[in-house]
């Protein structure tokens, strides 16, 4: 087991090496829709691509969840294939958000000889989930009606 230290310099090194090997930007939070973003994700067991729908009203972050659940066939057959759709996803904050995300298992950022899986992994599915978002985004954003 690492310090928290160790941890820490450990996850700086594995996001630097990263952005040095797809040295490009990335959509994440400007999607123009507020507390709708896309994000990386990884820890000592898995890497994850994920949306992440998290408006404070119910109602909204719904509304917005259904609108990718109505595209959940074109995603998966034209974009990315094995997506876990959850509707209501706890943090571990508490938080209750919507989540949409495609994982890896088996790999994890203190283990170097992963990385270039991880980083693979990651610009695959990013790129696929940020095209199909920039292909998308006017139907996705269109919610008040």
Avoid at 125 to 131: K, P, Q, T, Y
């Amino acid at each position: 087991m690492y310090s928290r230290e160790e941890s820490q310099r450990i996850k700086r090194e594995f996001w630097v090496a990263f952005a040095e090997k797809y040295p490009r930007k990335w959509v994440l939070y400007d999607t123009k829709i507020k507390d709708f973003s896309f994000k990386f994700y990884v820890d000592n067991k898995k890497a994850q691509v994920l949306i992440d729908i998290e408006q404070r009203s119910d109602e909204k972050r719904y509304a917005y969840f259904e609108k990718l659940e109505a595209l959940k066939n074109i995603l998966e057959e034209e974009f990315i294939k094995d997506l876990v759709f959850e509707k209501n996803y706890t943090l571990e904050s508490g938080k209750n958000i919507s989540r949409i995300w495609v994982e890896k298992s088996g790999v994890g950022f203190s283990n170097r000889n992963t990385w270039d899986t991880i980083f693979d992994f990651f610009n695959e599915n990013m790129h696929a989930l940020e095209m199909f978002y920039l292909e998308y985004d006017e139907f996705i954003k269109d919610v008040e009606n």
